[in-house]
């Protein structure tokens, strides 16, 4: 059989991990001919790895149906740690316009942004270059981007608090 639709209904709920491994790239495969698939899943990161649009829905109401890319940008936010290598007493005039915030007795400079914008990445390559610019070493950064799954539980907890 040759589909144009395909409908699944967890299709890998109860599988062991070689036999949904298997699946996923039968899928796969037939997304790339071109099948349009609508799938319903509890694994948030399934539907991470393969849609390319997503519906959320909680208690038999949808919450949202969107690209899953232009959801992930409006509603995620990207995180950085930076720990310098001499610790500040005060943020700096060339970081003043960065949501950033000193911690651990001005060892650590903390990032928060993105949010809604998509521009996280973007703003962290700006911030490092302020950095070097500034003079200010740091030993090194971590990044974390909210995932599907933080966004999903978000608009629950939201959901939740309406």
């Not at 973007?122 to 911030?127: K, P, R, W, Y």
């Amino acid at each position: 059989h040759e589909p144009d639709l395909l409908f699944l209904d967890e299709p890998t709920a109860g599988v062991d991990v070689e036999l949904r491994r298997d699946m996923w790239r039968q899928i796969d495969a037939m997304r790339a001919r071109g099948v349009t698939i609508v799938l319903t899943t509890h694994y948030i990161e399934e539907a991470e790895e393969m849609a390319d649009r997503v519906g959320i829905i909680r208690g038999g109401r949808i919450l949202m149906v969107d690209d899953k890319a232009a959801m992930m940008a409006r509603l995620g936010r990207t995180e950085a740690i930076i720990d310098l290598v001499q610790p500040l007493a005060s943020l700096p005039e060339a970081l003043q316009g960065f949501p950033v915030h000193l911690e651990q007795d001005g060892h650590r400079l903390c990032y928060r942004g993105g949010d809604g914008t998509g521009k996280g990445k973007a703003e962290i390559a700006a911030l490092v270059k302020a950095l070097v610019a500034a003079g200010i070493d740091f030993a090194g950064i971590d990044i974390h981007e909210s995932s599907l799954e933080d966004i999903f539980v978000g608009l629950l907890s939201e959901g939740q608090a309406a």
